[in-house]
């Protein structure tokens, strides 16, 4: 079964907006991370957040993390077209060397 | 760099063929994966190695062999493919000793495999 479930599975924004996705996971973690995937194409690693952290910052990325709730948000401010992509969210177990990965939040920012 | 890259990037099979996914990397990563991604579902891990002549199953081992000879290439093989196994699949490599503890991993553009 797959260790992070991103929600929504989809979200249609304007061009400026903030958009928010959300993942929970079910084990221990040591990292969460966010990957992106354009259409067609590999995935592209985003950010890194450990598990004593709460918040982290990268351009116009903020991710949070509870580890009480075991879950994490991903927010990108000022959204553009270009954002268009689907996101995934993927944990490193405590203790293991699997990355597990999401099903993703598909994201369409309408310019 | 070319960084990771996979060969070919489509390939058409009837049931019960066999072929061989080639994965390559030059970043000197110690770990390698395969993934499979399927439509609406996120990455599925299918057999990874954490170092040349190792390697682990994953979520869905079933009906794939790997191989990691040399620490720059990864292969995933299918030997008697079914139509269960049309996907997309990623490879990916990363080094978290060398990156502290961020297990950052960098993925191939993807094949596409079609099984008749």
């Known amino acids: 079964s797959q260790q992070g479930e991103e929600d929504p599975q989809a979200l249609s924004i304007q061009e400026g907006e903030n958009a928010t996705m959300n993942c929970s996971y079910k084990?221990?973690?040591?990292?969460l991370q966010w990957y992106r995937q354009n259409s067609g194409r590999g995935l592209v690693h985003l950010i890194l957040i450990r598990s004593n952290e709460r918040e982290k910052h990268s351009g116009r990325l903020r991710v949070t993390l509870d580890t009480s709730k075991k879950s994490s948000s991903l927010l990108i401010t000022a959204s553009r077209a270009a954002d268009t992509a689907s996101y995934f969210c993927?944990?490193?177990?405590?203790?293991?060397?699997?990355?597990?990965f999401g099903a993703g939040t598909r994201l369409f920012v309408k310019a | 760099n070319a960084g990771v890259t996979q060969t070919p990037k489509f390939r058409v099979l009837k049931t019960g063929q066999s072929m061989t996914l080639l994965c390559a990397q030059d970043m000197n990563h110690e770990y390698m994966y395969w993934y499979r991604q399927d439509p609406g579902m996120g990455l599925r891990l299918i057999h990874y190695s954490v170092g040349e002549g190792t390697t682990a199953k994953g979520e869905v081992p079933d009906g794939y062999n790997v191989s990691r000879l040399k620490k720059q290439n990864f292969l995933l093989g299918l030997e008697s493919a079914a139509p269960s196994q049309t996907s997309v699949y990623f490879c990916a490599s990363s080094d978290p000793h060398r990156t502290g503890a961020n297990n950052e991993q960098f993925f191939g553009p993807g094949t596409r495999l079609t099984v008749l």
């Open positions: 993927a944990t490193d177990e405590a203790g293991g060397f699997k990355t597990i």
């Open positions: 084990t221990s973690i040591n990292n």
